[in-house]
């Protein structure tokens, strides 16, 4: 089994910054993918990051493209997500997801990988 804990949401203005952690426990070895989707109220999930967890390849949703980064850690079994430059409609709970798949790494992958975290509200007002 392998638990994902995020830290790191909060509330934040327009323009600001924050950074997302996602800390990965338990049988770690065998995640090929991981990555970040959101859901705000009424919308449906979005897929942000995602990150190969061998190659270290990235992928983004085309809303935060030059906003945010996902990156990794591997001797923490840790990813993270920068987010500059917030705009509210970046607003929503944040979910860190992992997936076992020897399938191409994307955010499509992300948004239905076969584990997820409890989330984090990240919300940005104007």
């Known amino acids: 089994q392998v638990q994902l804990v995020e830290s790191g949401g909060g509330s934040v203005q327009a323009g600001g910054s924050l950074r997302l952690s996602c800390a990965a426990y338990g049988y770690t070895d065998g995640i090929y993918c991981m990555g970040w989707f959101r859901q705000a109220p009424g919308k449906q999930r979005e897929g942000v990051a995602s990150?190969?967890?061998?190659?270290?390849?990235?992928r983004y949703a085309d809303s935060v493209k030059g906003r945010f980064t996902i990156s990794q850690d591997n001797a923490k079994n840790t990813v993270y997500l920068q987010m500059n430059n917030l705009k509210p409609e970046d607003t929503a709970m944040y979910y860190c997801?992992?997936?076992?798949?020897?399938?191409?790494?994307?955010?499509?992958?992300?948004?239905?990988?076969?584990?997820r975290g409890q989330g984090t509200q990240v919300t940005v007002s104007s």
């Open positions: 997801a992992a997936d076992f798949s020897p399938a191409v790494c994307t955010v499509v992958v992300v948004t239905s990988a076969s584990r």
């Open positions: 990150i190969d967890t061998s190659s270290g390849s990235t």
